[in-house]
């Protein structure tokens, strides 16, 4: 079945342990995403891959890190997490066509 | 500015009634644009897309939408409502900057189905 796997689905936390959300695709994607979504904000992309060693900004990368070593991985690390990173967090993949993502089933992050 | 507007932040309708959820968007060349429904503790599943072409687009689940670039809009509607349908719909435009292809989000219409 092609699918975004995401874990942990959820994880409390405590301000500065450090964290990974991992994500895997098991649909040869070129394309993948992070996005966090919050009452009020909606979804907003934190970072994004193209490609295996192509990773860059989305619009509130600030906290986090990514890595894109192989092209069906893609893990959200949270260096020092912060209580204002609680949030729900997807991840999702595309294909060359872009855009039409398949999502996880997200991860729910509480950091007190 | 990108943008996407979802102008009902919540809608009821009885089972078996029709719907259509309200989608306006705002984009300088031709949208991509999405449906994604969020069901309660569930990620977020493709509904349709219009990328190009025929302006009324059939996804999954019996919905369609209608783009209609006159009034930078992609209404969302199924005919008859199914109990099951309850959920968060989100409608997304597909913006390029750059290497990047993200989606902007509305931030979504909550729909509860009454029996």
């Known amino acids: 079945e092609a699918q975004v796997t995401q874990n942990p689905r959820y994880l409390i936390t405590v301000t500065g342990k450090k964290l990974t959300v991992t994500c895997s695709q098991n649909?040869?994607?070129?394309?993948m995403s992070w996005y966090r979504q919050d009452p009020g904000l909606g979804l907003r992309q934190i970072y994004y891959?193209?490609?295996?060693?192509?990773?860059d900004k989305g619009d509130v990368p600030e906290g986090y890190k990514v890595s894109r070593k192989e092209k069906r991985n893609f893990p959200l690390i949270l260096e020092s997490p912060s209580p204002n990173q609680t949030s729900l967090y997807f991840c999702?993949?595309?294909?060359?066509?872009?855009?039409?993502?398949?999502f996880g089933s997200g991860t729910r992050l509480t950091v007190v | 500015a990108q943008s996407v507007t979802q102008p009902d932040i919540h809608i009821t309708v009885s089972e078996g009634a029709s719907l259509e959820l309200r989608c306006n968007y705002s984009?300088?060349?031709?949208?991509?644009l999405f449906w994604y429904v969020q069901s309660p503790g569930q990620g977020l599943q493709l509904l349709l897309k219009y990328f190009s072409g025929d302006t009324l687009v059939q996804g999954i689940k019996g919905f369609e939408a209608e783009f209609k670039r006159s009034q930078s809009s992609f209404n969302l509607r199924k005919p008859s409502v199914h109990w099951s349908d309850a959920a968060e719909y989100f409608c997304a435009v597909g913006a390029t900057a750059g290497n990047n292809r993200k989606l902007i989000w509305g931030l979504g219409t909550s729909l509860a189905v009454n029996p």
């Open positions: 649909m040869n994607h070129e394309y």
């Open positions: 984009y300088g060349a031709t949208p991509y």
């Open positions: 999702a993949s595309s294909g060359t066509a872009g855009y039409g993502y398949t």
């Open positions: 891959s193209m490609n295996v060693e192509v990773t």
